[in-house]
Every structure is written in C-alpha cells, then in structure tokens.
C-alpha cells in the first residue's frame, strides 16, 4: 500500500514537471514552427498536432533532459510530414527546410514586426514620425498628443488616420 502512493507521488511529480516544461516550451515551439512553415493557418495546426503528440508520449519524457530539443524534434517530423502531404509547390527544398531547422535560430515574430515598422517610420516626415512615436508611444491617447504638440485632439486623430 505504502509502495503504490510512492509511485503515484513519483507520477504526479512526472506529470507536475511536464506540464511547466510544457506550458514554459509552448512559444519556443510556435515559433520554431513558425520559422519553418509560411502560412499561419498550417502553423497553428501542426503546433495543435505536436502539443498532441507531446502529451501521447508524455511517458517517453525523462526529467532533466533538454525538453525543447525533444518537442522541436517532434515538431520538425510534423513539419516534414506535413510538406509531403502538401499538393501546391513548395517554398524551401528539403535540404534548405533541414538546415533552418537545424541553425537553432527561432524567430521572434515581435521583434521582426518591430524592426518592419521601423522601416517604415523611417520613411515619413519627421514631423508625421514623431506625431506617430507619441501617439502608439507610453501615454500616447490623442488629448496628450495634442497637448503635447499644440494641435486639436481632432486633427491629431485624422492626423494618425492617415
């Protein structure tokens, strides 16, 4: 009797612990994904396909052991199982999708977005480029924008329409 509660202790800490790597890992993975496959539609399905497949093999998990390289592993056989389903022409060969995938390198979809619009802020006037710094900057609603730039809270409103 004494002997089953150990065990069923020892499995609550094996689940305990899976679960946070799991919740911990769950961005790292959708990224990784991310990085290798172009539509967000079939990203979100084979990040779906992986968390199951994660869960199915829950017992294969051995505390201690780098929990991502396992979960990017099961998500890269997704993505290549994935691209043989796949009728349309593909985007990456084989060779090119393995050595992304092997490079270790996620992208941060925020970071690239960020650095996207700041491309394009560099492009506008500087007055229009500090009108929109304020505006989506800390404390940027309309009333303090156009405090801040002596104008009307109507006209800094269609200003940033535009």
Not at 57 to 77: C, H, K, M, S
Not at 87 to 112: E, I, M
Request: hydrophobic share 40%; glycine share 4%.
């Amino acid at each position: 009797m004494e002997n089953s509660r150990i065990t069923d202790h020892g499995n609550e800490r094996l689940h305990d612990e899976f679960t946070r790597v799991f919740t911990v890992n769950q961005r790292a993975i959708y990224l990784y994904i991310r990085s290798l496959v172009a539509n967000s539609a079939d990203v979100d399905e084979l990040w779906q396909e992986t968390n199951l497949v994660l869960w199915q093999r829950f017992a294969d998990y051995q505390p201690g052991t780098n929990f991502l390289a396992w979960a990017r592993r099961i998500a890269y056989n997704k993505v290549l199982n994935y691209r043989t389903r796949r009728r349309p022409p593909l985007l990456f060969s084989d060779d090119f999708l393995q050595k992304l995938a092997a490079s270790d390198r996620v992208f941060d979809s925020n970071s690239f977005w960020l650095d996207v619009l700041k491309l394009c802020t560099d492009k506008l006037p500087p007055i229009d480029r500090e009108l929109i710094e304020l505006r989506y900057g800390p404390d940027g609603d309309c009333r303090s924008v156009a405090e801040k730039l002596k104008r009307t809270v109507r006209s800094v409103h269609k200003a940033v329409g535009r």
